[in-house]
C-alpha cells in the first residue's frame, strides 16, 4: 500500500484548515485516512506556534514504514528539523514576464540616450575652451 503524509482540507469556504494525515494514496483528498498526525492552520501568522501542529512520535513512525510526506508536508517537517532541507531550483520565478522586460529595456535605452546627451554638451565646451587658449 502506497502511503502518503498530506493534508486533508477542511474548514469553511475562504477560511481554509486542514489536517495533517496519514493515509492511502489512492483514497480522496478529504476522504479516509488511516490516523490523523496534525493540524494546519494557515490563517494564523506565520511566527505563531498553533499555526503547525504535529504528533513527531507518530510522523517518525510513518516515516518509518515508508510513507512520502507531500511537497507542503515536507516542508513542515525540515521547518520543525524532522526532514534534512531539501534544494529546490525554480530558476523562472524571479525572472520577469515580456512586458516587464519590454519596459526596462525601455528604459535603459532612455537611461542610455540621456547619459549621452549629457556627455557630448561637456565634451564641446572643453574643447572649444583649449582652442580658445591657443
Same mark, same amino acid.
Given at each position: 500500500?502506497?502511503?502518503k503524509i498530506?493534508?486533508?482540507?477542511?474548514?469553511?469556504?475562504?477560511?481554509? /484548515?486542514?489536517?495533517?494525515?496519514?493515509? =492511502?494514496?489512492?483514497?480522496?483528498? =478529504?476522504?479516509? /485516512?488511516?490516523?490523523?498526525?496534525?493540524?494546519? %492552520?494557515?490563517?494564523?501568522?506565520?511566527?505563531?506556534? !498553533?499555526?503547525?501542529?504535529?504528533?513527531?512520535?507518530?510522523?517518525?513512525?510513518?516515516?518509518?514504514?515508508?510513507?512520502?510526506?507531500?511537497?507542503?508536508?515536507?516542508?513542515?517537517?525540515e521547518a520543525?528539523?524532522?526532514?534534512?532541507?531539501?534544494?529546490?531550483? %525554480?530558476?523562472?520565478?524571479?525572472?520577469?514576464?515580456?512586458a516587464a522586460? &519590454?519596459?526596462? =529595456?525601455?528604459? &535603459? !535605452?532612455?537611461?542610455? &540616450?540621456? !547619459?549621452?546627451?549629457? %556627455?557630448?554638451?561637456?565634451?564641446?565646451?572643453?574643447?572649444?575652451?583649449?582652442?580658445?587658449?591657443?
Open positions: 500500500m502506497a502511503m498530506r493534508l486533508a482540507r477542511g474548514g469553511s469556504k475562504k477560511r481554509p /484548515f486542514y489536517a495533517i494525515v496519514a493515509a =492511502d494514496s489512492r483514497m480522496p483528498r =478529504d476522504g479516509r /485516512f488511516i490516523e490523523k498526525l496534525g493540524t494546519y %492552520n494557515p490563517m494564523l501568522p506565520k511566527d505563531s506556534e !498553533e499555526r503547525v501542529k504535529m504528533n513527531m512520535e507518530r510522523v517518525k513512525y510513518w516515516l518509518g514504514e515508508g510513507a512520502q510526506p507531500t511537497d507542503r508536508v515536507s516542508r513542515m517537517l520543525a528539523g524532522e526532514l534534512p532541507k531539501k534544494e529546490r531550483s %525554480n530558476p523562472k520565478k524571479g525572472t520577469p514576464g515580456k522586460q &519590454a519596459r526596462a =529595456d525601455e528604459k &535603459a !535605452e532612455k537611461a542610455k &540616450a540621456a !547619459e549621452e546627451a549629457a %556627455n557630448a554638451p561637456a565634451e564641446e565646451p572643453a574643447a572649444e575652451e583649449a582652442a580658445a587658449e591657443e
